[in-house]
């Protein structure tokens, strides 16, 4: 994957939306027009996953409609069963996502000692 080779570090898991190794979690297509975006997982206070719904951003395909929640690029959205919530320690904002197996990104969360979060 792109970041890999960048930060030195294999994934623990990636897929076309975003990236995790044991210190960052990168999502790609977070910044218009292809900007990428990394968190350390220092700076993670918690991640929730909620049902796919109208409420917790199921058609929000990029960006915000409250200026709180902040998704990258994912076409398939409309279509996946769940939606990802980090809050990121001392701020307001959140990043909302999507992943191409909720399965394997929960297992690679659980193996870094990472607890997901129900809303």
């Given at each position: 994957m792109s970041g890999s080779w960048r930060s030195g570090q294999e994934p623990v898991y990636a897929d076309g939306l975003m990236e995790l190794t044991v210190s960052t979690i990168r999502f790609h297509r977070y910044y218009f027009p292809f900007g990428s975006k990394?968190?350390?997982l220092s700076q993670v206070e918690r991640i929730e996953v909620r049902p796919a719904r109208l409420g917790t951003g199921r058609w929000r395909v990029w960006g915000t409609s409250d200026f709180i929640t902040w998704f990258p690029l994912d076409w398939s959205r409309p279509w996946r069963k769940?939606?990802?919530?980090?809050?990121?320690?001392?701020?307001?904002?959140r990043i909302g996502f999507t992943v191409e197996n909720e399965d394997l990104f929960r297992q690679a969360l659980e193996g870094l000692g990472i607890t997901v979060w129900p809303a």
């Open positions: 990394t968190v350390p769940s939606i990802f919530m980090l809050h990121p320690k001392d701020k307001v904002c």
